[in-house]
């Protein structure tokens, strides 16, 4: 037994060390910034890991696609794109987040999945004055002159979808939704503007159920309660696991004949996979669809579909849109992009031409303008797919 | 609470008590393996999720909607968590007789790495699960819709508690495990080794695990979360329980079933803390669980 305490302590001390030398080589090459006509490097942080894996890589694949469709080049410089792995949230998107602006020392920052990520990695951009051009979560942030966004606030898809849940139902809507900072902003955004233009609610107390995130696995008790509520819809937003876990058991439930609307992330990306028969019919809102009608997004879906399978995602749609403000940026921004001026240069974008039709920024929140869409799952060929039924509101800013 | 129910319409609460009983009995079957190992061996296998998971994504992978394919994924899922719950056996051996931190960290870094390699070979996603066409709709209970499969599903648990009530209570093998519970030293007296027991009871509580992970797939489905969220259920069973008996597992699987259906439709404010709400009443009133001990020690 003594023999035998030392030996393990010596084992796990060689262990250690053996962690450390792998990880050492790993911290060696640190180049300085782009020099006139160079190259330049972008850094994209992403959910590599972890539970939002699957909208980290299309972030990074999307952004990998808009370069490769363009050999490899933002603004006619070549690009050093430096990857780096969010993982879960805050915790593991700030070291990653420090290396990428302090030691690779990149001209922009671009990715993020996580709303918590973004709010934790903002105050070491604003030290290094470096630009973020955000393609995924948007907490709300004092000062954005240094942030951008090509997703979407999380309480635009409700107010996109409100008016036309009130010109369709005739009666009162169920709204439930995730307990947490993104559920409540989603829900807020539709209840608002659903009691603005008339709408009634059918919850109980008038107010949205929430549902404990993301411990609920089971519906069927909440199902029970929109049937005793005598609503004649309901509308949700779920993503990821608990979407599939509702949208499969709302369509076994005794209220499966309600009509379901939802922020479209209820149905999008894999989760539709996971979901199949259960999903269809299910109305959606989004800024994008794959089966949009326009010559960039053709473009787009078919290079995607050359290299995936599957048709791109809204997450991989925002990230591709990024690169591309990235893009016009770097090129407005003369001989010696620094960060500075590529931060300024976005600004005076104006409208951009994208997969999801012309958008352009905000002046005051930094996120897009766009058009918002309705789409219902139904039958593309072999596959359920998200189909575009009509155009809804523009909303942002 | 039942005053509560009667005051007020009994007809909405119909459904969710009858969820209550197909979850508490997934909960069960999924939890029943962990009892026996941290009641028997002694060993805390926080690896345990793991097990049901694998049973999951295998009825992910194999299910196509017919009958055959659920035999196939059942035989396939058992065997597969079988060998993992005896290997986890094989890794514990040389810290078996260390406290039960050491086994918790142990099995603890098993669940990473597995809960890694599930995700490295099935994809980040959460796999659709296909049930047999027969049973993919919804039948008419007193009025309500309720999903044929979960309704078929209580059925198939209720026999497998049985089965396993019978194998504990009547069965050599029952009995030794028991009686291993009772006096771990006077059965290694009787010439029966105390690891051969432990490989025994966790390789038993692997397949359990597994067979739960197959069939309970379409209500608890496969995911990189569900292996803690299984895990966190079947604690939450083990503490209820008390590690007393089958009975007393059956028991506190079934609470936590109604507590996660009947007990979210009444009070859905307080959904977030009444299983723990549960927890906390149960350990400050009896804090042997809700059946006591059949050991007076």
Redo the contacts between chains.
């Keep these: 037994m003594s023999l035998t305490m030392p030996r393990r302590r010596r084992a796990r001390t060689a262990a250690l060390l053996a962690l450390v030398l792998l990880a050492a080589p790993a911290c060696a090459d640190d180049q300085g910034a782009a020099g006139p006509g160079g190259p330049v490097k972008i850094g994209l942080l992403a959910s590599l890991s ?2 939002y ?2 909208v980290g ?1 299309d972030i990074r694949d999307g952004f990998q696609l808009y370069l490769s469709t363009h050999d490899g080049r933002l603004g006619g410089r070549r690009v050093e794109l430096v990857v780096a792995d969010e993982g879960n949230g805050a915790a593991t998107a700030v070291p990653a987040a420090t290396k990428l602006l302090k030691q690779d020392r990149v001209v922009a920052l671009t990715g993020v999945v996580g709303g918590g990520s973004v709010a934790a990695v903002y105050p070491l951009l604003n030290e290094a004055k470096v630009p973020f051009v955000g393609s995924n979560g948007r907490p709300e942030l004092k000062d954005v002159s240094r942030v951008w966004h090509t997703s979407y606030l999380s309480d635009e898809p409700g107010e996109a979808i409100a008016q036309h849940v009130r010109d369709d139902v005739k009666g009162s809507v169920y709204a439930i939704g995730p ?1 947490y900072q993104g559920g409540w902003d989603e829900l807020r955004g539709f209840t608002e503007a659903f009691a603005k233009v008339g709408g009634r609610l059918a919850n109980p107390d008038g107010r949205t ?1 929430f ?2 995130f ?5 519906f ?6 929109i ?2 509520s005598g609503a004649d819809a309901v509308y949700t937003f779920y993503a ?2 608990a979407a ?2 509702f949208v ?2 709302y369509a ?3 209220v ?1 004949d309600l009509p379901l609307y939802a922020a479209g992330f209820l149905t999008e990306g ?2 539709l ?4 028969e259960a999903a269809r019919d299910i109305y959606s809102v989004l800024n994008y669809s794959p089966d949009l009608d326009n010559a960039e997004n053709r473009a787009f879906v078919a290079a995607w579909k050359a290299e995936h399978d599957g048709s791109p995602t809204t997450y991989a749609m925002a990230s591709y849109d990024a690169a591309a403000v990235l893009d016009r940026a770097i090129a407005a921004a003369g001989d010696d992009p620094t960060p500075e001026r590529v931060n300024a240069a976005i600004g005076q974008l104006g409208q951009m031409a994208s997969p999801r039709g012309t958008w352009q920024f905000s002046p005051t929140t930094h996120a897009p303008v766009q058009k918002w869409y309705l789409r219902q799952v139904r039958q593309d060929g072999r596959a359920l797919s998200n189909t575009v039924v009509g155009d809804l509101a523009t909303v942002g800013g | 609470m039942t005053g509560v129910v009667a005051g007020l319409r009994l ?3 119909v ?2 008590a009858l ?1 209550g009983v197909a ?1 508490g009995l997934l909960v069960f079957v999924a939890a029943a393996g962990l009892v026996l190992c941290f009641g028997v061996a002694g060993i805390l296998n926080l690896a345990h999720g793991t097990l049901y998971a694998i049973g999951g994504y295998t009825a992910a992978a194999l299910l196509d909607g017919g009958w055959p394919s659920l035999a196939l994924a059942l035989a396939v899922g058992v065997v597969a968590a079988t060998a993992s719950g005896a290997l986890i056996a094989g890794l514990l051996t040389r810290v078996a007789a260390r406290s039960h931190l050491t086994q918790a960290l142990l099995t603890f870094g098993v669940a990473l790495a597995g809960g890694s390699l599930l ?1 490295g070979a099935f ?6 699960v ?1 049930v047999p066409a027969a049973l993919d ?2 039948v008419a209970v007193a009025g ?6 979960r309704l078929v599903f209580i059925v198939v648990a209720a026999l497998l508690a049985g089965l396993l009530h019978l194998v504990v209570r009547r069965t050599r093998a029952g009995m030794l495990v028991r009686a291993a519970v009772d006096d771990a030293e006077m059965v290694a007296v009787l010439g029966v080794s105390p690891a051969r027991i432990r490989v025994g009871v966790l390789a038993a509580a692997g397949a359990l695990a597994g067979a739960a992970g197959v069939l309970g797939a ?4 496969p ?3 569900t292996a803690d ?1 299984v895990l966190l259920l079947s604690l939450v069973v083990v503490v209820l329980s008390g590690l007393g008996s089958m009975t007393g597992t059956l028991l506190a699987a079934l609470v936590v079933g109604q507590i ?3 007990g ?2 009444l009070a ?1 404010s307080a ?2 803390f009444l299983l723990f709400a549960a927890m906390a009443a149960v350990l400050a009133v009896r804090a042997r669980g809700l059946a006591t001990a059949r050991r007076a020690t």
């Design positions: 972890g539970t894996q699957a890589k307990d159920t549902t404990p993301p411990t609920t696995t089971n069927t008790p909440y199902f029970a309660r049937k005793a990821g696991s599939v876990d499969k058991q076994q439930s005794e499966k894999g989760v996979n996971a979901q199949g | 007809d909405p609460y459904v969710p969820d979850y995700v994809g980040p996603d959460d796999p659709p296909r709709g919804s309500h819709r309720y999903a044929a499969y379409p209500i608890i489905g995911g990189p979360d969220a996660q259906t009947l979210v439709a859905p959904a977030p």
